[in-house]
């Protein structure tokens, strides 16, 4: 599972950094940071975006 962020509907309400409780994602500067090596429950973080920004997509590799 990977998170992704779209920075162009991005609306900067920071209720993701909110809603991260360990660092997973930070709001500096007017920035979204996200650090996905951080434990968090990335599909709530997910769902309180307002906009949609941050969307959750499983990704598989081919070998």
């Given at each position: ?38 434990i968090e429950d990335w599909h709530a973080i ?6 949609g920004a941050l969307t959750l997509k499983n ?5």
């Amino acid at each position: 599972m990977k998170i992704f962020y779209d920075e162009k509907i991005c609306v900067r309400c920071a209720a993701c950094a909110i809603e991260s409780e360990n660092g997973g994602i930070k709001f500096e500067r007017d920035k979204i940071i996200i650090d996905e090596t951080k434990i968090e429950d990335w599909h709530a973080i997910a769902a309180i975006c307002p906009v949609g920004a941050l969307t959750l997509k499983n990704i598989t590799s081919s070998v």
